[in-house]
């Protein structure tokens, strides 16, 4: 079944696979949202099966929620949780010092309050979401919708002040509508090109009435593991300064494969 996968889901699925190895009997773990975080729940339902490992999940989504209740794995909100040992989710976009781009799911929001309420956050990645510069995928704002034409402009005034240069800011449409978070708000996209200063761009967006969040995650990851699709994987762990070239095998994950319907 493996071989059927696509190089991009494989390298998707090593990175989940090595990830989940990093979480311990009686963790608290955060579960991202998106295609790789899935292959993670999916890993992570695979060692629970067959370790009986036991963890309880703060999922980061309704989507991700709905999967992990569906592979039986415990789950309980940020609140009940309070603070957790471990997140791992995917991303849009990292650099060189970990900084992120995430949101593509529209699930930013919740993915950032738990990734902060985690001792460790691992993102999950193939080979294309590395970049020398975060920007050229579009950041993700949450915004509330009540004014929210008045927020684009705000935001759209805020990039040429800040003397952006890609300024397009479109609302996330989903078919006819626009696109409704879990937490009922819209996303803007800031199509930039590339991100000059990620950390002031983050500041000051936030600041603007209307703005919840954007997708600009920094100082928030510890660990990237990548996936290539012949199953090689790289763990980065920026705060030991590490480089780790690991491999993970194809062989006997049917049980996992059976479950793809994300
Ligand atoms: O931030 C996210 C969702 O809000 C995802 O982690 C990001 O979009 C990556 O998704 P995928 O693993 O499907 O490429």
Known sequence: MAADLSPIDKAKFVAAKRAVEF??????????????????????????????LRVTGVPTSSRTAGLARQLGIPITSLDEAR?????????????????????????LLQEKIVATASDRMIVIADTAKEVAQLGGFPLPLEVIPFGWQTTKALIEETLVSLEVLGRDVTLRMNGERPFVTDEGNYIVDLHLGRIGNPRQLSLVVNQIPGVVENGLFIDICDIVVIGHGDGRVEVRDINAGTVEQDRVEFADTDNIFADLGD
């Open 23 to 52: 979480i311990e009997d009686g963790m608290r773990v955060g579960l991202g949202t998106g295609s790789t975080a899935a292959w993670m729940v999916r890993c992570l339902a695979e060692r629970m099966r067959e370790e009986g």
């Open 83 to 107: 603070w957790l040992d471990l997140t791992i989710d995917g991303a849009d976009e990292f650099d060189h010092d970990l900084a992120l781009i995430k949101g593509g799911g529209g699930a």
